[in-house]
């Protein structure tokens, strides 16, 4: 059995879909009460309080591990490892960041999983495509995209292919230690997402670029101030590392990674 944390968000919701299409036996796992696929079962449980999680954890093999920004700033995963490992799990697979291995993020995460004693590993996606929800409502209602760095690209991956590399991971030997950064196949600006929106709606979208300080008043209300800074760093000034295109999507899932098109297009309701 496979438990999932973070079942209800834009990769977990994939990833227990690839599982249970593998024909693995899955619990998700959320914060709030949420309706799961046929024959997944749930469990509420917050990280936060390491002891909620036990009982999804009875007869786990292995274990995808999401953590949120507030359990960044308050959690101990060291406690919610010592859970995880006396309940008999042996594998964890944790969603970590691209970030980290450019250093613009800490590491604290990734070295309380090694430190676990589980076999693990780590996935690292950089830009996720799903980021473009946060223009779906000024889309709908003026076809138009708001953001900084408007010719600023990066290869934004798709939540889909870091959910099919996961279920990978989680299910099948040898990614034991493994590090994968996943990224899309191309890097592709602000202004090109706009224009990828446009040609999947048929209508034009226009793009409008935001100061630095414009985008760093919005994103402060929804995310933590280090946060904000880090994304900034990375959105405005990206390292030739951050703007590679890696191969991992393709090494692991023997196919390439999908284009930010094949996003918009699976999620186009999303701004009609």
Known sequence: MIVVTGSTGNVGQPLVRALVAAGEEVTGVSRGVSPQPAG???????L???E???????GAEALFLLTSAD???NGDLGEVLSVVREAGVRRVVLLSSQGVGTRRHPSDLEDAVKRSGLDWTMVRPGNFAS??????DSVRTERVVSAPFGDVALAAVDPADIAEVAAVALREPGHEGGVYTLTGPVPISPREQAAAIGDVLGEP?????????EARSRMLTYMPELVV??????LGSPSAEEQQVSPD?????????????EWVERNVAAFK
């Open 48 to 50: 936060a309080r390491p």
């Open 52 to 58: 909620s999680l036990r009982p999804a954890l009875r």
């Open 249 to 261: 999507v393709e090494r692991v899932l023997g196919r390439p990674a999908r284009p930010f098109a």
């Open 205 to 213: 979208v226009r793009f409008v670029e935001l100061s630095r300080a």
């Open 40 to 46: 997944v079962r749930h469990h509420q449980a917050d």
């Open 229 to 234: 800074e880090a994304t900034l760093g990375v």
């Open 131 to 136: 980021n473009a929800f946060q223009w779906a």
């Open 71 to 73: 359990f960044m700033a």
